[in-house]
């Protein structure tokens, strides 16, 4: 009788161990499911930044297309040696500590022109005032997004603006 419960304290004993090395390999899954879920949120948070720096570029392209006064103005936009910053220093203080920027903005460089009017748009004034000659043009816009960490994001984009022609004559 004491031989065989020798044998099953054994046999507990190597259960116990093999139970507690199998806790142990969860909890190393967990902890390294943990890791790999926060470095993707980081990765997220990061291309998010410079998408919507990228964005608030585009609305502004669009607003300098919309305040030209001639179809042969050349607008002028942010370029890579002097982007647009955004954001409020209080927010990214680490990020500026550690050496790196506030989120900004820039016209492409792969782009000669980042705001180009890339033709005659047919149709685009229809309805906004027929009773004047109108000019419709198409614009592309290239911009290009900075996260604070130096991620990028590149987006293109297309606007409208109607010319209409002083005194009936057309542009």
Same mark, same amino acid.
């Given at each position: 009788?004491?031989?065989?419960?020798?044998?099953?304290?054994?046999?507990?004993?190597?259960?116990?161990?093999?139970?507690?090395?199998?806790?142990?390999?969860?909890?190393?899954?967990?902890?390294?499911?943990?890791?790999?879920?926060?470095?993707?949120?980081?990765?997220?948070?990061?291309?998010?930044?410079?998408?919507?720096?990228?964005?608030?570029?585009?609305?502004?392209?669009?607003?300098?297309?919309?305040?030209?006064?001639?179809?042969?103005?050349?607008?002028?936009?942010?370029?890579?040696?002097? /982007?647009?910053?955004?954001?409020?220093?209080?927010?990214?203080?680490?990020?500026?500590?550690?050496?790196?920027?506030?989120?900004?903005?820039?016209?492409? /460089?792969?782009?000669?022109?980042?705001?180009?009017?890339?033709?005659?748009?047919?149709?685009?004034?229809?309805?906004?005032?027929?009773?004047?000659?109108?000019? /419709?043009?198409?614009?592309?816009?290239?911009?290009?997004?900075?996260? /604070?960490?130096?991620?990028?994001?590149?987006?293109?984009?297309?606007?409208?603006?109607?010319?209409?022609?002083?005194?009936?004559?057309?542009?």
């Amino acid at each position: 009788m004491q031989g065989e419960r020798r044998r099953e304290q054994g046999v507990v004993m190597f259960i116990t161990v093999l139970l507690l090395a199998m806790m142990g390999g969860l909890g190393l899954a967990a902890l390294d499911s943990a890791t790999r879920d926060r470095d993707t949120a980081g990765f997220y948070n990061r291309e998010t930044a410079s998408f919507y720096a990228a964005d608030a570029g585009v609305q502004h392209a669009r607003r300098v297309v919309k305040n030209l006064n001639s179809p042969f103005d050349t607008p002028v936009f942010a370029g890579q040696g002097a /982007p647009q910053e955004l954001g409020d220093t209080s927010l990214y203080y680490e990020s500026l500590a550690g050496g790196g920027s506030l989120p900004s903005y820039y016209g492409d /460089p792969d782009f000669p022109q980042s705001i180009r009017q890339e033709g005659i748009g047919q149709g685009l004034c229809d309805g906004e005032n027929f009773q004047r000659q109108a000019l /419709p043009t198409l614009w592309r816009i290239n911009v290009v997004g900075a996260g /604070p960490d130096g991620s990028t994001a590149k987006i293109e984009a297309k606007e409208a603006k109607c010319f209409f022609g002083v005194g009936g004559s057309r542009y």
